[in-house]
């Protein structure tokens, strides 16, 4: 079947037109995707073209922006000396990840959305399903590993193992493995990739009522949602705990040398702790908000719900992918040499003042310098 040539389905031509009689989801189908579509479906009557439209613009906006925001970032780390470091190798990668994400998930969507259905064929719903798990799986578990970096370096301090590009490569190496093998499971009869309550995307068979088949899912969600989630929780608690003490310590000492501060006058406006829960919470909240959906619709189908409908699952989906989006940001634009080397390179993309802050702010950024990390510490 043709993907560019206009789908020729005979049950569209049903007497009363789009919606009449007992059309179902499964009309549209393509006959060669009907075996990988559950029976549950059966139920629900076509979607409106309406939510198919405004899906397919929003994920398409997205996409671009995520291509053009996770590419920047992609730029000007690999260009600028001064962020080659081992940290950022971890944002790099996130980055990449993003990136990828995008590129292989946005396009497809879009033209299913204006076909309001799969029209890439059974091939094509488990390589898409296989780099969607595979991308964002690497995505979770960057944004984890950043976060456990940032502990070692500001809890732990100069008693913390250094961090080397070595380190960086076997851990960029362990995340890539671990995703591989939870994206490959499905291939081989651990579940598998079938289209979506909407159609316009493919996914991991959450709605199998086989035992076996549901129990990818729960243990994928332990690996691949609560583990890193727990451990970025952790982690940035005990970093905002250690700037707080460190701030606490600085004012006793400015207090003992009486002196107003031993911060200047900028830095004095917002405190380091301050700034670094913000970061802290941002990333955390972002990543919760763009995954929990996804998830509770996993385990309601998992769990036998008879709330889902293909609506439902369109918004949790779209999402998921957004978060693509979110992280350039986090942990690019918040990034203060970043800032800076944007402005030098893409001038007109830069709104906001750049003089460079403190080494305090510079903890609080996105991915922070060594050097800046240990005075934190």
Same mark, same amino acid.
């Given at each position: 079947?043709?993907?560019?040539?206009?789908?020729?389905?005979?049950?569209?031509?049903?007497?009363?037109?789009?919606?009449?009689?007992?059309?179902?989801?499964?009309?549209?189908?393509?006959?060669?995707?009907?075996?990988?579509?559950?029976? +549950?479906? +059966?139920?629900?009557?076509?979607? =409106?073209?309406? %939510?198919?439209?405004?899906?397919?613009?929003? #994920?398409?906006?997205?996409?671009?922006?995520?291509?053009?925001?996770?590419?920047?970032?992609? +730029?000007? /780390?690999?260009?600028?000396?001064s962020l080659k470091t081992p940290s950022n190798l971890l944002v790099v990668n996130l980055a990449f990840s993003d990136f990828c994400q995008s590129v292989t998930q946005s396009f497809p969507m879009v033209v299913n959305c204006y076909y309001e259905t799969w029209v890439w064929g059974p091939l094509f719903c488990e390589l898409y399903g296989m780099f969607g798990s595979e991308f964002g799986c690497v995505s979770i578990w960057s944004m984890a590993c950043i976060s456990m970096d940032r502990y070692n370096v500001i809890v732990k301090g100069l008693s913390g193992k250094p961090f080397t590009k070595k380190s960086a490569a076997l851990w960029i190496l362990g995340i890539w493995s671990m995703a591989t093998v939870w994206t490959l499971a499905?291939?081989?009869? %651990? *579940?598998?990739?079938?289209?979506?309550? =909407?159609?316009?995307?493919?996914?991991?068979? /959450?709605? *199998?009522?086989? %035992?076996?088949?549901?129990? +990818? #899912?729960?243990?994928y969600s332990v690996f691949v949602y609560f583990t890193p989630l727990s451990i970025i929780i952790y982690c940035y608690f005990f970093i905002v705990q250690a700037v707080a003490a460190h701030e606490k310590s600085m004012r006793e000492q400015a207090k003992k040398m009486n002196v107003a501060s031993l911060r200047s006058s900028e830095a004095q406006q917002t405190s380091a702790e301050c700034k670094l829960a913000k970061i802290a919470l941002m990333t955390i909240s972002l990543w919760f908000c763009a995954w929990t959906p996804y998830l509770i619709v996993n385990y309601s189908g998992v769990f036998g719900s008879t709330k889902l409908t293909p609506l439902s699952t369109i918004w949790c989906s779209l999402f998921a992918k957004a978060n693509?989006?979110? =992280?350039? #940001?986090?942990?690019?634009?918040?990034?203060?040499?970043?800032?800076?080397?944007l402005e030098k390179k893409f001038p007109s993309l830069v709104c906001a003042d750049n003089t460079p802050k403190d080494d305090v702010n510079s903890t609080a950024s996105g991915v922070t310098a060594v050097d800046a990390e240990k005075v934190a510490a």
């Open positions: 079947m043709s993907v560019m040539g206009h789908p020729n389905f005979g049950s569209w031509n049903s007497p009363g037109g789009f919606g009449g009689g007992n059309m179902t989801v499964m009309d549209k189908v393509p006959p060669d995707m009907v075996h990988l579509v559950d029976a +549950y479906w +059966y139920q629900f009557p076509p979607m =409106n073209p309406l %939510w198919h439209a405004i899906l397919g613009f929003t #994920i398409g906006v997205l996409g671009v922006i995520s291509i053009i925001g996770n590419g920047l970032v992609l +730029y000007i /780390f690999a260009s600028t000396k499905p291939l081989f009869g %651990w *579940n598998r990739y079938v289209p979506e309550g =909407n159609l316009s995307s493919c996914g991991t068979d /959450f709605i *199998n009522k086989d %035992w076996f088949h549901k129990s +990818y #899912i729960l243990v693509t989006c979110c =992280n350039s #940001i986090v942990y690019g634009i918040s990034h203060p040499k970043y800032r800076q080397a």
